[in-house]
């Protein structure tokens, strides 16, 4: 797949050292990520990291990352306006997913509870 330029619009801080970046198709192309989508996700000059899809496959492409070397840090850093590339996509293999329904007010809800592998090496 070729690589498109993304630009940062929305970053809100979770934790000390984990931003979420809320990404547009500087071209207007969207994408529709699949659970358990990765992107691999280029700051430039800087290096290419594979990293998880966090939001709402309707919206914008947003990522959550913790920044814990060079290329982390950098996308973690990224101001709205900057420019990431997305690179590559692929799934997660192995992924489960369950769902819980209630009803509440009158009104059926369900939560999809996707559940996967992780990155063993780290024993994260
Ligand atoms: C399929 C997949 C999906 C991923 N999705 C996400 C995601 O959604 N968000 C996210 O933040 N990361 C995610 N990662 C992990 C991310 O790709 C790595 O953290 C990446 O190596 C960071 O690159 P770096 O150059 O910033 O740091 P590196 O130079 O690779 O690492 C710097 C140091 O931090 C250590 N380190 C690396 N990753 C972690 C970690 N996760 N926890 C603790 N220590 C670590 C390394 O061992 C090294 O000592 C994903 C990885 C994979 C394989």
């Known amino acids: 797949m070729v690589p498109l330029p993304f630009r940062v619009t929305k970053r809100r801080r979770e934790l000390a050292d984990t931003w979420t970046l809320e990404l547009e198709p500087v071209g207007g192309e ?3 990520p699949a659970p358990g989508q990765f992107t ?15 939001g709402d496959v309707s919206g914008p492409l947003v ?4 920044a814990v070397g060079a ?4 996308i973690c850093a990224s101001e709205p306006g900057a420019v990431l590339v ?9 992924l489960q997913c369950t769902d819980w329904s209630w009803t509440e007010d009158g009104e059926k809800h369900t939560l999809h509870l ?3 592998p992780i990155n063993a090496e780290r024993g994260k």
Request: no cysteine.
């Open 71 to 74: 290329v982390s840090r950098a």
């Open 30 to 32: 969207r994408v529709l």
């Open 40 to 54: 691999m996700l280029y700051a430039f000059g800087i290096g290419e990291v594979p990293i998880s899809v966090s």
């Open 63 to 66: 990522h959550t990352v913790r």
């Open 86 to 94: 997305r690179g590559a996509n692929a799934t997660v293999a192995g």
């Open 114 to 116: 996707w559940t996967g």
